[in-house]
């Protein structure tokens, strides 16, 4: 997985987007929509806002290696499955992240961009078994 891939992405991700929250948290209703109860509070989006902000940190955080972040994903996942979100919540979480990006960015999402975030979705995914 090519850190510098990731970095560029996200860039280029809030270059061209701006604030994807709602983009994302629309996708992700759409594909879940007993999800959006879970929101019902969050009337200006700013929870919404601050978890996407900490799954690119989390996200940053397991590309770079760094030690704490498996752990860190594990954690949240028991967290989250705990509130109702469903198993592999984390991995459709990033499918609709990819699939946000992907169509609003149409063809100037790269192909390297498209690789390293499927090669993450694929390590959430076995963070998420471990933790099951």
Not at 70 to 96: K, R, S, W
Request: charged residues 25%.
């Amino acid at each position: 997985m090519n850190p510098s891939d990731f970095e560029a992405s996200l860039k280029f991700v809030a270059v061209q987007l701006g604030d994807p929250v709602r983009e994302v948290y629309a996708r992700l209703f759409a594909r879940q929509p007993e999800l959006e109860a879970l929101f019902v509070l969050d009337t200006d989006g700013a929870v919404r806002g601050e978890m996407l902000a900490r799954v690119f940190e989390s996200l940053e955080a397991l590309v770079a290696d760094v030690g704490y972040a498996e752990q860190l994903l594990q954690a949240e996942y028991i967290n989250h499955c705990a509130m109702g979100i469903p198993n592999g919540g984390f991995t459709l979480f990033l499918d609709v992240l990819i699939e946000t990006f992907s169509t609003e960015l149409g063809e100037s999402w790269l192909p390297e961009f498209e690789a390293v975030w499927r090669q993450l979705q694929t390590r959430v995914s076995t963070i998420e078994k471990s933790a099951d």
